[in-house]
């Protein structure tokens, strides 16, 4: 079986995001960017299904600027067997919208024909939480997001899903897309020597045009904003202090 | 302008206040649909019926959508988007899973998780961890969006909006459900409490959270962790806040050992008042906390969960001070909320109640009410009737007067409820919430 790993480039989650001062967007020039952490875990997730027995390719895919090949390099670093970089946009402030990268994953797949599609539950940075569940509608697949257990067997998976009340475990036919949250493992870092191997380990380049795929944004953002700030609080001495500031705010 | 909602059902229960903030939401785009989609949900549905704003409620019953599996629930959805301008939820996890299912069917962006309605194609959203707003306009001629709970208010209940029984759509037999873990609790809800209290890495230890709990238990408050505590295994993933948990915005948030990592900040910092307790006086909660105090959580949280309620009247009636009636007098275990329901426990496994409280309408009215844990509680209130009155022989010994919402504060519309329901000064209160 195949595994296809779609991996997105973003700020690094490290770093302290600045809104630009005209609200145009945030500020991403010179800004370190990694691989989203969640698409980390996928990466991790795939490699290990690849050595568990239950994968014999795992493909790591991007849809972005041309800069994404660095984050395409991580995952084959980390062990994924080839990438498609699949350029959309040129500018590093352009976020492809979910909708446009899932019409874009759906060509890959079906050039590729992967039994698994694994992918973070959502980007840090523009926090949909959507590429993967509208891949899934666009190809006609099953989905199991938030995943925190993925077990694959046979024609199945069975995942094990975060939700509001606690964990959910569902079975999906394969082919399926499996989004991952946090706690399904932690991804490994990649050695020196898988760093230098990385790099002579296949990278195909394909543009949005030639899929066909229209990428213009259908959300236009208006404007971008810091959020409002809190005023500033006062540090108590003690319990009983504290006590009595929230018995006259009426919190308590 | 119409607006379809998909109501947050589980297993035939109407989430209230999920759906309620949604709603309100909602009615700002137009005229609101409800759709409740679950194996029997018909209970859901009229309860959704009651939420002002609501014009219509539409009833799938069937057993594909027992556990709103996003597949065929996304395809009833499509099916019924052909009317409606506007597709909405609230943004659970549950929609979170099937709306974007729905847009990309209908080849439209979706709008995660807006925090506010500007115009009917504008809203605005977090993004990056919260650390900016977005306002974004879409140019779709169908809106996919789901709600932010904690930035709105419920929808107050009273309408009465009609319920149409529809058909299932097809079944595209993709997944199929195998269990559920739902951590059972007698606390709040965690995105809908009044009262949040959440442990970080300080905590240190799963058995060290008790002391969180016991001071959550004190205040009637829901359990909060941040990520860190929960990576290390002190709490369930379900009580995470943050950008990637919950996102909560109670009246009172106390962060116990929480450094305040910008995620876990997205998740609390529209709390009405934030308290940090941390003895790392450069932690960054301290910079949204209203009140911070540097000390050990481990010395500074059982001297409040002490303390908390001392001087407030007992809850038993006694209109004098808690510390020197029930508190002295040692009937008193730790915990208010046990101390109310221990002594008389409901026996009747078809309500969902915590206890019988022996208390009559002035007691409720005289000390309840001051009980400040109580207060923006909503509870339902149904009644035990020790005497024999004609209410026994015409309903049983259970008399269920309605839902009640309002707060405790207002237990003088409680009285009114009550003498509405014709029940007599003699009946006990059997409440639950």
Same mark, same amino acid.
């Given at each position: 079986?195949?595994?296809?790993?779609?991996?997105?480039?973003?700020?690094?989650?490290?770093?302290?995001?600045?809104?630009?001062?005209?609200?145009?967007?945030?500020?991403?020039?010179?800004?370190?960017?990694?691989?989203?952490?969640?698409?980390?875990?996928?990466?991790?997730?795939?490699?290990?299904?690849?050595?568990?027995?239950?994968?014999?390719?795992?493909?790591?895919?991007?849809?972005?600027?041309?800069?994404?090949?660095?984050?395409?390099?991580?995952?084959?670093?980390?062990?994924?067997?080839?990438?498609?970089?699949?350029?959309?946009?040129?500018?590093?402030?352009?976020?492809?919208?979910?909708?446009?990268?899932?019409?874009?994953?759906?060509?890959?797949?079906?050039?590729?024909?992967?039994?698994?599609?694994?992918?973070?539950?959502?980007?840090?940075?523009?926090?949909?939480?959507?590429?993967?569940?509208?891949?899934?509608?666009?190809?006609?697949?099953?989905?199991?997001?938030?995943?925190?257990?993925?077990?694959?067997?046979?024609?199945?998976?069975?995942?094990?899903?975060?939700?509001?009340?606690?964990?959910?475990?569902?079975?999906?036919?394969?082919?399926?897309?499996?989004?991952?949250?946090?706690?399904?493992?932690?991804?490994?870092?990649?050695?020196?020597?898988?760093?230098?191997?990385?790099?002579?380990?296949?990278?195909?380049?394909?543009?949005?045009?030639?899929?066909?795929?229209?990428?213009?944004?259908?959300?236009?953002?208006?404007?971008?904003?810091?959020?409002?700030?809190?005023?500033?609080?006062?540090?108590?001495?003690?319990?009983?202090?504290?006590?009595?500031?929230?018995?006259?705010?009426?919190?308590? | 302008?119409?607006?379809?909602?998909?109501?947050?059902?589980?297993?035939?229960?109407?989430?209230?206040?999920?759906?309620?903030? #949604?709603?309100? +939401? !909602? &009615?700002?785009? =137009?005229?609101?649909? /409800? @759709? $409740? *989609?679950?194996?029997?949900?018909?209970?859901? #549905?009229?309860? +959704? !019926? &009651?939420?002002? =704003?609501?014009?219509? /409620? @539409? $009833? *799938?019953?069937?057993?594909?959508?027992?556990?709103?599996?996003?597949?065929?629930?996304?395809?009833?959805?499509?099916?019924?988007?052909?009317?409606?301008?506007?597709?909405?939820?609230?943004?659970?996890?549950?929609?979170?899973?099937?709306?974007?299912?729905?847009?990309?069917?209908?080849?439209?962006?979706?709008?995660?998780?807006?925090?506010?309605?500007?115009?009917?194609?504008?809203?605005?959203?977090?993004?990056?961890?919260?650390?900016?707003?977005?306002?974004?306009?879409?140019?779709?001629?169908?809106?996919?969006?789901?709600?932010?709970?904690?930035?709105?208010?419920?929808?107050?209940?009273?309408?009465?909006?009609?319920?149409?029984?529809?058909?299932?759509?097809?079944?595209?037999?993709?997944?199929?459900?195998?269990?559920?873990?739902?951590?059972?609790?007698?606390?709040?809800?965690?995105?809908?409490?009044?009262?949040?209290?959440?442990?970080?890495?300080?905590?240190?230890?799963?058995?060290?959270?008790?002391?969180?709990?016991?001071?959550?238990?004190?205040?009637?408050?829901?359990?909060?962790?941040?990520?860190?505590?929960?990576?290390?295994?002190?709490?369930?993933?379900?009580?995470?806040?943050?950008?990637?948990?919950?996102?909560?915005?109670?009246?009172?948030?106390?962060?116990?050992?929480?450094?305040?990592?910008?995620?876990?900040?997205?998740?609390?910092?529209?709390?009405?008042?934030?308290?940090?307790?941390?003895?790392?006086?450069?932690?960054?909660?301290?910079?949204?906390?209203?009140?911070?105090?540097?000390?050990?959580?481990?010395?500074?949280?059982?001297?409040?969960?002490?303390?908390?309620?001392?001087?407030?009247?007992?809850?038993?009636?006694?209109?004098?001070?808690?510390?020197?009636?029930?508190?002295?007098?040692?009937?008193?275990?730790?915990?208010?909320?046990?101390?109310?329901?221990?002594?008389?426990?409901?026996?009747?496994?078809?309500?969902?109640?915590?206890?019988?409280?022996?208390?009559?309408?002035?007691?409720?009215?005289?000390?309840?009410?001051?009980?400040?844990?109580?207060?923006?509680?909503?509870?339902?209130?149904?009644?035990?009737?020790?005497?024999?009155?004609?209410?026994?022989?015409?309903?049983?010994?259970?008399?269920?007067?309605?839902?009640?919402?309002?707060?405790?504060?207002?237990?003088?519309?409680?009285?009114?409820?009550?003498?509405?329901?014709?029940?007599?000064?003699?009946?006990?209160?059997?409440?639950?919430?």
């Amino acid at each position: 079986m195949k595994v296809l790993v779609p991996v997105k480039r973003v700020i690094d989650y490290n770093v302290k995001v600045r809104v630009k001062a005209d609200g145009g967007g945030v500020d991403l020039a010179n800004v370190k960017m990694s691989m989203n952490p969640f698409d980390e875990i996928a990466v991790e997730e795939a490699i290990r299904l690849k050595e568990a027995g239950k994968a014999d390719e795992v493909v790591a895919v991007s849809v972005g600027v041309k800069q994404a090949q660095e984050t395409l390099r991580t995952a084959l670093a980390m062990g994924a067997d080839r990438a498609i970089l699949v350029v959309a946009a040129d500018d590093v402030h352009k976020d492809i919208e979910p909708l446009a990268v899932a019409k874009l994953l759906a060509k890959v797949v079906q050039e590729e024909q992967p039994g698994l599609v694994l992918c973070g539950k959502q980007a840090i940075d523009n926090d949909m939480n959507a590429t993967g569940q509208m891949l899934a509608a666009l190809v006609g697949w099953s989905q199991a997001t938030f995943a925190s257990e993925v077990d694959v067997k046979d024609d199945k998976a069975k995942v094990t899903r975060e939700v509001d009340g606690g964990l959910q475990t569902i079975e999906v036919n394969l082919p399926t897309v499996v989004t991952v949250d946090l706690r399904l493992n932690e991804p490994r870092y990649a050695s020196l020597p898988n760093i230098m191997k990385a790099k002579k380990k296949p990278l195909d380049e394909k543009t949005a045009a030639g899929y066909g795929v229209d990428v213009a944004p259908r959300l236009n953002v208006i404007s971008t904003a810091e959020p409002a700030q809190r005023a500033a609080g006062i540090i108590v001495s003690s319990v009983d202090e504290l006590l009595g500031k929230l018995k006259d705010a009426g919190a308590v | 302008m119409a607006v379809l909602l998909l109501a947050e059902v589980n297993d035939g229960a109407l989430a209230m206040d999920a759906t309620a903030k #949604a709603v309100t +939401a !909602a &009615t700002a785009l =137009g005229d609101v649909t /409800v @759709l $409740c *989609a679950g194996a029997t949900c018909s209970e859901a #549905a009229a309860q +959704a !019926a &009651t939420l002002f =704003g609501v014009a219509k /409620v @539409l $009833c *799938a019953e069937d057993a594909i959508y027992s556990k709103r599996m996003a597949e065929p629930v996304a395809d009833l959805m499509v099916s019924l988007a052909g009317e409606f301008e506007h597709i909405v939820a609230p943004a659970t996890t549950d929609a979170k899973n099937i709306m974007p299912r729905v847009a990309a069917l209908l080849d439209v962006m979706v709008i995660s998780d807006a925090t506010a309605v500007v115009d009917g194609a504008t809203f605005e959203r977090s993004i990056y961890a919260g650390n900016a707003i977005q306002t974004v306009q879409s140019s779709d001629t169908t809106r996919v969006v789901t709600f932010r709970t904690s930035t709105f208010d419920a929808a107050p209940t009273g309408g009465s909006a009609v319920v149409e029984a529809i058909g299932a759509a097809g079944d595209p037999g993709l997944s199929s459900w195998v269990e559920d873990k739902v951590a059972a609790s007698d606390r709040p809800e965690l995105t809908s409490a009044g009262v949040v209290v959440s442990g970080g890495r300080g905590v240190g230890s799963e058995e060290d959270f008790k002391i969180i709990e016991a001071l959550a238990d004190k205040l009637n408050a829901a359990v909060g962790a941040s990520r860190a505590a929960v990576d290390s295994g002190y709490a369930p993933n379900d009580w995470q806040v943050g950008q990637t948990g919950k996102v909560v915005a109670p009246d009172l948030y106390i962060a116990c050992g929480i450094s305040g990592a910008i995620q876990h900040l997205a998740g609390m910092k529209d709390s009405k008042i934030i308290v940090a307790i941390n003895k790392d006086e450069e932690a960054p909660i301290f910079q949204v906390a209203d009140f911070g105090l540097v000390a050990d959580l481990f010395d500074a949280v059982p001297e409040l969960t002490e303390k908390l309620g001392r001087n407030d009247p007992c809850p038993c009636g006694s209109l004098r001070k808690f510390k020197a009636c029930c508190m002295s007098s040692g009937k008193y275990d730790g915990s208010l909320r046990d101390y109310f329901f221990a002594s008389n426990p409901c026996t009747d496994s078809s309500l969902s109640v915590y206890g019988v409280l022996k208390i009559n309408k002035y007691c409720l009215e005289r000390s309840l009410c001051v009980i400040p844990s109580f207060w923006n509680t909503t509870v339902e209130i149904l009644l035990v009737n020790t005497g024999s009155s004609a209410l026994a022989e015409k309903n049983g010994p259970f008399v269920k007067c309605g839902f009640c919402s309002v707060p405790f504060s207002k237990a003088a519309e409680i009285a009114g409820t009550l003498a509405r329901a014709g029940v007599p000064d003699s009946c006990d209160l059997l409440f639950s919430y």
